[in-house]
């Protein structure tokens, strides 16, 4: 079936360094790509997605290109702050007889240090 | 305020006990999702609700899990004979065109532990 498999966290990194977080999947077809973010007390909520090969979807610095090839949608940005500490959960829609559902990764934890 | 509202955000209860988890999602989505999140994995779908009726339950683990949403607004989770496997963070969410966009507005969940 479709799944998500992201990078263990984890992840501690100074403020101003670059970040990447791996994410690729399995799916049957064409899925849509998702990157969800739960800051701390907060419920979770959309940070950007991608529908087609090659999008590239952008918020708050972050980025994330949909790479068909290899099957993956790595979380980038150029320059963390503290307030970026969170779990990013990467996730997916199969087109497939889909009705919204999510299929998430596992989460990978960020903490920014100032 | 205007966002999906889960009551209650902590829940503690005893095995073989009936628990219910309230969830009040945005106004005029009709599309309302639940979901269970367990310790250090990402949230799993359990069931999709479309206006009243569920549209898709296959995420339910088993016939002591059960879902309403009689009025097509605030859902039930329904839980019996709870087992300390069902301890888990419950997440609803919902969405005005049917969550077929991807994007789901969440409630901070129900934390739930069966001792």
């Known amino acids: 079936g479709d799944s998500v498999t992201q990078m263990e966290g984890p992840v501690t990194l100074s403020e101003e360094a670059c970040l990447t977080i791996n994410c690729t999947y399995t799916a049957t077809g064409y899925p849509s790509l998702f990157w969800y973010v739960q800051y701390p007390g907060e419920g979770l909520q959309l940070l950007l997605k991608a529908t087609k090969a090659d999008d590239k979807g952008s918020n708050k610095g972050f980025e994330a290109t949909y790479r068909k090839e290899t099957t993956s949608f790595h979380l980038e940005k150029g320059s963390v702050q503290v307030s970026d500490s969170a779990v990013y959960f990467c996730?997916?829609?199969?087109?497939?007889?889909?009705?919204?559902?999510?299929?998430f990764g596992k989460g990978t934890k960020l903490s920014v240090k100032p | 305020g205007a966002g999906v509202s889960q009551t209650p955000s902590n829940k503690v209860t005893e095995k073989g006990k009936y628990v219910e988890l309230r969830c009040d999602p945005i106004?005029?989505?009709?599309?309302l999702y639940w979901y269970r999140q367990s310790l250090g994995q990402g949230p799993e779908f359990l069931i999709y609700?479309?206006?009243?009726?569920?549209?898709?339950d296959s995420g339910l683990p088993n016939d002591r899990f059960f879902a309403v949403r009689p009025e097509g607004s605030v859902s039930t989770l329904k839980i019996q004979r709870t087992e300390r496997g069902d301890s888990a963070v419950y997440l609803c969410a919902s969405s005005p065109l049917g969550g077929v966009t991807g994007e789901l507005f969440f409630g901070e969940g129900s934390r739930l532990t069966v001792l």
């Open positions: 106004s005029g989505h009709t599309a």
């Open positions: 609700f479309q206006g009243t009726g569920a549209a898709d």
């Open positions: 996730a997916l829609i199969s087109r497939v007889g889909s009705q919204g559902n999510l299929i």
